[in-house]
């Protein structure tokens, strides 16, 4: 199973970003996706989570700015950003709590996407 995300880029604050994550190889469905991101000398922190049903959590730094939703037929998800800060500038990251067989889930990294906000 690989994760692989884009979208990343240099934006001007106040702008918007669109990250998007898709995940391949073999699995029997996927659990909950979601969005971290980790700025230099921070710990890696959670932006949004989705599971399957469409139920969202969204941070606190992001709620009301950013919004994450999923395409289970493409095994996308997608993370918009609107009104971007200096303060989002960060690596994001996707994951995914994928069934890799009837009884096993398991958790999976994208390998990062940079989004850096000017000021």
């Known amino acids: 199973v690989q994760l692989q995300a884009s979208g990343g880029s240099l934006v001007q604050a106040g702008g918007s970003l669109r990250l998007s994550c898709v995940a391949s190889?073999?699995?029997?469905?996927?659990?909950?996706m979601g969005w971290y991101r980790q700025a230099p000398g921070k710990q890696r922190e959670l932006v949004a989570v989705?599971?399957?049903?469409?139920?969202?959590n969204v941070a606190d730094s992001v709620k009301g700015r950013f919004t994450i939703s999923r395409d289970n037929a493409k095994k996308t998800v997608y993370l918009q950003g609107n009104s971007v800060k200096p303060e989002d500038t960060a690596v994001y990251y996707c994951?995914?709590?994928?069934?890799?067989?009837?009884?096993?889930?398991?958790?999976?990294w994208g390998q990062g996407t940079q989004v850096t906000v000017s000021s």
């Open positions: 994951n995914a709590d994928v069934r890799v067989n009837p009884f096993t889930t398991r958790t999976y």
């Open positions: 190889g073999n699995m029997f469905g996927i659990n909950d």
């Open positions: 989705i599971s399957l049903s469409g139920r969202v």
